[in-house]
């Protein structure tokens, strides 16, 4: 019973922090901006974009098209993150990697 409890926690963890979305064809990380205006932006949040409030968003927020994409982002079992994100993965001995220059 404890082993299958421990497995779902883990699942949970591991899938819960796996999102990106689509925007115009392409996969940006969670948390990616694709437009500013006045007081809000369009943000990626989970693999949806919706609008937020500008002084709700963490300051230093990646901008889709200067701070994403080739060479930027990283790719992890087909989940777009942006640069500077913890990708944990509790199957590899190393369980963290930290995305850096699209590697």
């Known amino acids: 019973m404890m082993h299958q409890l421990l ?3 883990l699942g949970l963890l591991v899938g819960g922090a796996m999102s990106d979305c ?3 064809g392409q996969k940006i990380c969670s948390g990616a901006v694709t437009k500013e205006m006045a ?3 369009k943000i990626c949040k989970g693999t949806r ?6 002084k709700d968003v963490k300051k230093g927020y990646p901008l889709v ?4 994409g080739p060479g930027k982002d990283c790719i ?10 913890v990708v944990v993965d509790l199957y590899r001995w190393w369980f963290e990697s930290k995305c850096s220059g699209g590697d």
């Open 39 to 41: 007081t809000t932006v």
């Open 7 to 9: 497995f779902v926690v």
């Open 22 to 24: 689509t925007f115009k």
């Open 49 to 54: 974009i919706t609008f937020a409030l500008k």
């Open 76 to 85: 992890w079992y087909g989940t777009t993150y942006c640069e500077g994100d």
């Open 65 to 68: 098209g200067r701070d994403t």
